[in-house]
């Protein structure tokens, strides 16, 4: 585009309008400019109907968020989507609104316990990786130095299962990052928790062969899942003792009818009410 220049008189008789403005730049040059080009869309609201089919590529927003109160009421007005779809992965994490959901997720956890040094050979069980102690390290998957005291040993098996310190000195190099538990430690412990958050992480092993130490334990416990609402309250009310209860709890089964509600009328008799879709 060719760069062009004139003068706007602020003191003109009769100012010229913005629209003014703009048909002269465009006859003194070949590609004519308008509103929606002149501007970059970043530093200004996008206007009516100026895009009208648009794709955000793969990446091209990494992270974004309405801040509170951006959106006081907000509509899609009908027709404004004909079709519609969320393309695979395009949601990477999704959660329910907070009310929805009741009571944390628990990760699973257990701890294991050291009186004294392990011995050469000696191992401990985490899920399906074994981690063997030794006096001389051997470079093999799973290979723990045994330190000068068994707290630095402590201190190279938490390394290990979380794959940082010293690898080659306090661990294999070899050694590759426990895939479903993390660890921290002290003195004399080793707090081993799952990844994950769930009753999932109850089913990870947690054995040893140690003459100095112990897991209280054979597998992690502890692990919790989130509840939808409608399904704690549901329990809740499953606590609730019968008299006080005022509702009917029913499980048929297949082919079975749920009972929606029961009352005895005036004259003495039970209405049943009850789904008229059996059980599958």
Avoid: C, W
């Avoid at 009421?73 to 519609?84: D, F, L, N, R, Y």
């Avoid at 003195?187 to 799952?194: G, I, N």
């Avoid at 130490?213 to 899942?225: C, V």
Wanted: hydrophobic fraction near 40%; charge should be negative; aromatic fraction near 4%.
């Amino acid at each position: 585009m060719g760069i062009k220049s004139f003068v706007i008189d602020p003191d003109a008789a009769e100012p010229l309008t913005g629209d003014e403005i703009i048909a002269k730049i465009n006859t003194d040059t070949t590609d004519d400019i308008t509103r929606a080009s002149s501007v970059s869309a970043a530093a200004r609201p996008i206007e009516a109907l100026e895009v009208d089919t648009a794709e955000l590529a793969a990446g091209a927003v990494e992270e974004a968020k309405l801040d509170t109160g951006a959106v006081t009421v907000s509509k899609i007005g009908a027709g404004a989507v004909e079709e519609a779809k969320i393309a695979a992965g395009a949601v990477a994490t999704a959660k329910l609104a907070d009310s929805a959901v009741t009571g944390a997720r628990v990760r699973a956890s257990e701890i294991l316990t050291l009186t004294d040094q392990p011995l050469d050979t000696e191992t401990v069980v985490l899920d399906s990786k074994t981690y063997t102690f030794q006096d001389v390290l051997t470079d093999v998957d799973g290979n723990v130095k045994i330190g000068t005291t068994f707290a630095l040993s402590i201190a190279n098996l938490v390394s290990a299962i979380n794959l940082n310190g010293v690898a080659g000195t306090d661990y294999a190099a070899a050694m590759t990052i426990h895939p479903t538990v993390q660890a921290t430690g002290d003195a004399t412990t080793v707090d081993v928790e799952a990844k994950d958050a769930g009753t999932a992480g109850n089913s990870i092993a947690s054995t040893e062969t140690l003459t100095n130490g112990s897991f209280g334990s054979t597998a992690l416990s502890g692990g919790t899942d989130s509840k939808l609402a409608g399904r704690a309250a549901n329990d809740d009310l499953d606590g609730v003792a019968y008299a006080s209860r005022k509702y009917v709890k029913t499980n048929p089964a297949t082919g079975e009818f749920r009972i929606i509600g029961i009352q005895r009328e005036a004259d003495g008799d039970l209405d049943v009410e009850y789904d008229d879709q059996a059980a599958t």
